[in-house]
């Protein structure tokens, strides 16, 4: 039943409510621009407070532009982007021609968009700017990990969403975002705002890699609270120094060296600029507390207080990979038994949520990186050749932080090579090739323990050693290309099989 005003004695003063009567919205402004305006509103069957978004479209282009923000937004699950609840189209009474009225229920950020927080909040401290360069880094590598990828191509901090009594952060207004169907489509047109715009997107033949740039000049703002190119007086201006290369003035107020330098690595040209997952790699962002985990590759750091170098084989490391599907996350420590034995703690994380974990040994003197990561695929761990290339490395550092004199017998050039087949690899090719290399790996491995080794001298040590690596790190560039034709040709034979669509 639909209620009114004066059903509501245990309501605040409500003005509105949806067609279905679960929404209520008050007349509290939360904020307002030239078509849209966004009040306080309340959900009865979850009893929170939400935000409910009036947007006015100008014209049906507008209008078809929302249509296009709201299908998107139904789609994305993600802890740093904005969630839509609920939307419906109403129309205005009274008029000559009824004009229509989008309606969206999205998540309520008690603190505003950043940038309406950044300005309340003069004194932060860099620590603070990191945590939420972290989260927005996190949401665009959530957009440009999709397949195609979600480019938003207006991100500012006007557009990234705070609440202020936890620090949670979140990426939203998606009404200029685009799925990227191919760098020739016709879609790619010059969007945004002026100042947060790469120089690349006026060449219309852009990619993801335009939110980066933008989201180096939020950081620019966060840091220095002033709008970039701000002494610019037309977009006419801003244009001329973008494609110039002319970084905004702004940029010289930052005196923080290593925050400079992280913000220019995000400005420089797209054929050398990271990707968001790159970025969350940097040792800029690491995290400031030792017992908080780090959520970056590569970054690794005890997981209870510091220990000292002599006592390093006895600490628990701890270390982390984003691969296109999941989040890795490998812990490492030394056994207390005699068995010399490093024990391993493998957590995968998807992007739906679900995690799963498998604890296992792994012995210097016998074990490889690579066999190990290959065992994992019988798991049920739902790991690609991308995640068992990330995981191999990842074994490979944690065991030299361990066992300083322990060096992998793979090289790092393999494990590259290996990141990228990913698309091309199933489970179970990966199963049958990962057995094949495991075998090889041990067979060699063993070799080097033998009793023939063991009447060589140092220097003939050494130098069959070094020929030894070169053969395995030459046999897994050929691993990898035969299970890439392997994928290939199953492809192709299956279209045959199925024929035309």
């Not at 949520?353 to 798991?379: H, R, W």
């Not at 070799?447 to 046999?475: G, P, T, V």
Request: aromatic fraction near 8%; proline fraction near 4%.
């Amino acid at each position: 039943m639909e209620r009114t005003k004066s059903d509501a004695s245990d309501y605040d003063e409500f003005v509105e409510q949806d067609p279905t009567g679960r929404y209520y919205r008050y007349d509290d402004v939360l904020g307002k621009g030239a078509f849209k305006t966004v009040y306080k509103a309340f959900d009865e069957d979850e009893g929170i407070e939400v935000a409910w978004s009036k947007v006015k479209p100008a014209d049906d282009a507008e209008l078809l532009r929302l249509f296009s923000e709201i299908d998107l937004l139904k789609s994305l699950k993600h802890d740093n982007i904005i969630k839509l609840f609920s939307w419906w189209v109403s129309e205005d009474d009274g008029k000559a021609k009824k004009k229509k009225t989008v309606n969206m229920i999205t998540e309520l950020f008690t603190s505003g968009s950043l940038k309406q927080y950044r300005k309340k909040h003069t004194n932060v401290e860099v620590k603070a700017i990191k945590k939420w360069a972290r989260q927005i880094l996190k949401g665009l590598s959530y957009l440009h990990s999709h397949d195609p990828p979600i480019v938003h191509r207006d991100l500012k901090c006007d557009n990234v969403f705070i609440n202020g009594f936890n620090g949670e952060v979140k990426i939203g207004d998606f009404g200029f975002a685009l799925v990227m169907h191919g760098q020739g489509s016709t879609e790619h047109e010059v969007i945004g705002t002026p100042e947060f715009i790469a120089p690349e997107m006026y060449e219309e033949n852009y990619n993801e890699l335009v939110d980066i740039y933008s989201f180096g000049l939020c950081l620019l703002e966060l840091v220095t609270c002033e709008y970039p190119y701000k002494e610019c007086q037309s977009p006419a201006q801003i244009y001329k120094k973008v494609i110039s290369g002319v970084m905004p003035a702004v940029l010289s107020k930052v005196k923080d060296p290593q925050v400079k330098q992280f913000i220019e690595k995000c400005l420089v040209p797209a054929s050398r600029r990271l990707s968001a997952i790159e970025l969350l790699d940097d040792p800029f962002l690491a995290a400031d507390d030792s017992k908080v985990p780090r959520s970056f590759p590569m970054d690794i750091d005890t997981a209870s207080d510091r220990v000292s170098s002599k006592s390093s084989s006895s600490s628990i490391l701890e270390c982390h990979r984003f691969t296109k599907n999941n989040a890795l996350t490998l812990r490492a420590k030394r056994n207390s038994d005699s068995s010399k034995a490093i024990a391993l703690t493998l957590s995968v994380a998807g992007s739906r949520g679900k995690k799963k974990t498998i604890e296992f040994d792994f012995y210097p003197n016998l074990d490889t990186a690579v066999s190990i990561a290959g065992e994992m695929v019988d798991q049920e761990l739902g790991l690609s050749t991308e995640d068992v290339s990330a995981m191999a490395e990842l074994i490979d550092r944690l065991v030299m932080k361990i066992v300083p004199k322990w060096r992998p017998t793979s090289s790092v050039g393999a494990y590259s090579s290996c990141t990228t087949t990913s698309s091309y690899s199933t489970k179970n090719s990966v199963v049958s090739s990962m057995e094949i290399w495991k075998s090889f790996s041990m067979s060699s491995n063993c070799s080097l323990q033998s009793a023939e080794l063991s009447l060589l001298d140092k220097h003939h040590y050494d130098h069959l050693k070094a020929e030894l690596d070169s053969i395995d790190a030459q046999f897994q560039q050929c691993f990898v290309e035969l299970v890439k034709k392997k994928e290939e040709a199953i492809q192709s034979a299956k279209k045959k099989l199925v024929g035309p669509v």
